[in-house]
Nanobody, 119 residues
Framework: QVQLVESGGGLVQAGGSLRLSCAAS????????MAWFRQAPGKEREFVAR????????SYADSVKGRFTISRDNAKNTVFLQMNSLKQEDTAVYSC????????????WGLGTQVTVSS
């Protein structure tokens, strides 16, 4: 089992920045990758970014490329999402997820943190 706790959400004006954190605990030695997803009101959950735990390779949704950066601190079992040039359409609940080597599926999820971007 892996437990995930997000932090860092809040209210920010358009054009501003926020940094989200996700701390993992439990079977962290088994983590294959971690990712951020988001869900806006009335919309489906969508992928934002992911990072492989060992090699550190990353991928991003087209909508956030060039504005968001995902990174990790393996020693602290924490993944970050630096969000710059925020837009109102980035408003959502952001959740982190972990995939273990045994399944390579994002089976573990945090409760999420609210990000609200005002005009």
């Amino acid at each position: 089992q892996v437990q995930l706790v997000e932090s860092g959400g809040g209210l920010v004006q358009a054009g501003g920045s926020l940094r989200l954190s996700c701390a993992a605990s439990g079977r962290t030695f088994s983590i294959y990758a971690m990712a951020w997803f988001r869900q806006a009101p009335g919309k489906e959950r969508e992928f934002v970014a992911r990072i492989n735990w060992s090699g550190g390779s990353t991928s991003y949704a087209d909508s956030v490329k060039g504005r968001f950066t995902i990174s990790r601190d393996n020693a602290k079992n924490t993944v970050f999402l630096q969000m710059n040039s925020l837009k109102q359409e980035d408003t959502a609940v952001y959740s982190c997820a972990a995939a273990l080597r045994t399944t390579m599926r994002f089976d573990y999820w945090g409760l999420g943190t609210q990000v609200t971007v005002s005009s």
